[in-house]
């Protein structure tokens, strides 16, 4: 099955610096790769995803790339802010459609203000 | 609307206790997922329906694990015999179509503590 592994486990960064979180993954059929937000004591939410035929996505601050060869994502954070700290889940699963979600450990990004 | 909604939010058992924890999905969205999630951990597959058909509990960790949708829209996670590594947050999710995905809306989560 898919393994998806993440780094770091805990980030610190002063505010309006930027936040970088890699991800790697083993199934090379993975095509869909989501990360999720969550915030202490609340739900998982999908905060950017990148299909497996797009190198690069963005919105606003936040950036997705993809390196399929490689089997690697990472998360960017740009002109970070306080509301930016929180738990962030990478994920992969195999297609678009209903299927399950294989999350990375975590990282616990904290911005200094 | 109305998110994805999970009842109780806190659950306290004593070890061997069954119980039964609730999700009510996104009205309308035929796909339902559950997920445990360890302190410290991200969140780990348990089982999937479509409807009110079972299509996937190939993570349910043991047979005191068991899950239903009968009606197809509420589903309810039961364990039974609870054991202390059973501790953890039981988050729902149910899926729509986002545009370019179908997007994963999870609950808030049942925390589970077993003592």
């Known amino acids: 099955g898919e393994n998806v592994e993440q780094h770091p486990s805990t980030l610190s960064v002063q505010e309006g610096d930027s936040a970088v979180i890699k991800c790697t993954y083993s199934?090379?059929?993975?095509?869909?790769f989501p990360w999720y937000k969550q915030e202490l004591g609340k739900r998982p939410q999908l905060i950017i995803d990148i299909r497996s035929n797009v190198g690069e996505k963005k919105d606003q601050r936040i950036a997705v790339t993809l390196n399929k060869t490689a089997k690697h994502f990472s998360l960017h954070i740009t002109e970070t802010q306080p509301e930016d700290s929180a738990v962030y889940f990478c994920?992969?699963?195999?297609?678009?459609?209903?299927?399950?979600?294989?999350f990375g450990t975590g990282t616990r990004l904290t911005i200094i203000p | 609307g109305a998110g994805v909604s999970q009842s109780p939010r806190y659950k306290v058992a004593k070890r061997g206790q069954d119980v039964a924890l609730r999700c009510d999905p996104i009205?309308?969205?035929?796909?339902l997922f559950w997920y445990q999630q360890a302190l410290g951990q991200g969140p780990e597959f348990l089982t999937y329906?479509?409807?009110?058909?079972?299509?996937?509990k190939s993570g349910l960790p043991s047979d005191r694990f068991f899950a239903e949708r009968p009606e197809g829209s509420v589903s309810t996670l039961k364990i039974q015999r609870t054991q202390q590594e059973d501790s953890a947050v039981y988050l729902c999710?149910?899926?729509?179509?986002?545009?370019?995905?179908?997007?994963?809306?999870f609950g808030p989560g049942t925390r589970l503590t077993v003592t």
């Open positions: 999710a149910s899926t729509g179509f986002s545009g370019s995905s179908y997007e994963q809306y």
């Open positions: 994920a992969a699963k195999r297609n678009f459609g209903n299927e399950k979600l294989t």
């Open positions: 199934d090379s059929a993975s095509n869909y």
């Open positions: 329906f479509q409807n009110e058909a079972q299509l996937d």
């Open positions: 009205s309308g969205h035929v796909s």
